[in-house]
């Protein structure tokens, strides 16, 4: 037989919004440390006749590693639009119910075999219409948050400079924008400091981004404003997420 051995597959893509994220936290299995983790399922809109003419929708699931992972789920809010750039994996996933594996009589925990994408390139695009929407009505946005060089616009950056600070909370449900899911399992353990512990899992712990794609870097704490909305431990809330 000829040819190649091996199969290349990617998928490079635009346009695809934020349907809801999950986020698990930096831990150790077994002595081995393993990168926090955020996993993104993505509206894609496929052009057809389907809904009048409007097309269909599809759901996929993206994941992003290390650093990365805290940044977006703090930053990727529910209808986000943003391009990639990832590779294939395919892996056998746990079942869960009301985020509980679930278990088989015997106790085998109960897994499914899984695809997902891990995003080697990610630029963040515009914001949900209805996600601002919420936040203008709710008072969690100023009004006049994108007119340049309004003090509203100002406060709005010290806001989004107080998001991106929330550090991860383990008794919070949230992080972020993302729902928290526990690691759990025979060897887990916490995250080992580095020099500790055994090589870190095979996956990138950070993700080339483009700089120009407004994704905030984590930075210090800023004065909250005063009119600022409460940021509750280890999440925000925020209308219709």
């Not at 948050?145 to 806001?159: M, R, S, T, Y």
């Given at each position: 037989m000829s040819g190649s051995a091996r199969t290349l597959v990617r998928l490079d893509g635009s346009g695809f919004r934020v349907a809801s994220t999950n986020f698990t936290p930096e831990h150790s299995k077994n002595g081995k440390n393993i990168s926090a983790k955020l996993e993104i399922n993505a509206y894609m809109n496929i052009a057809s006749s389907a809904n009048g003419g409007q097309g269909r929708s599809e759901v996929l699931k993206f994941t992003v590693w290390g650093k990365l992972a805290h940044t977006c789920a703090k930053s990727m809010s529910r209808g986000k639009e943003f391009h990639l750039e990832s590779r294939p994996r395919v892996s056998d996933k746990r079942v869960f119910h009301n985020r509980q594996p679930v278990q088989l009589a015997d106790g085998t925990v109960l897994t499914t075999k899984a695809v997902s994408f891990t995003i080697e390139k990610l630029i963040f695009g515009s914001e949900s219409e209805k996600f601002i929407a919420d936040e203008l009505q709710a008072g969690v946005r100023p009004t006049n948050?994108?007119?340049?060089?309004?003090?509203?616009?100002?406060?709005?950056?010290?806001?989004l400079k107080a998001r991106q600070a929330v550090q991860f909370d383990p008794a919070s449900p949230t992080y972020g924008y993302a729902n928290v899911i526990l690691p759990q399992g025979p060897g887990i353990g916490a995250f080992i400091p580095q020099g500790n512990a055994n090589a870190t899992a095979g996956v990138p712990a950070s993700v080339a981004v483009n700089p120009a794609a407004n994704v905030v870097a984590p930075a210090t704490a800023p004065a909250t404003p005063a009119t600022a909305p409460a940021v509750a431990p280890g999440g925000f809330v925020v209308p219709g997420v």
């Open positions: 948050w994108n007119v340049a060089g309004h003090p509203e616009n100002l406060q709005w950056k010290e806001i």
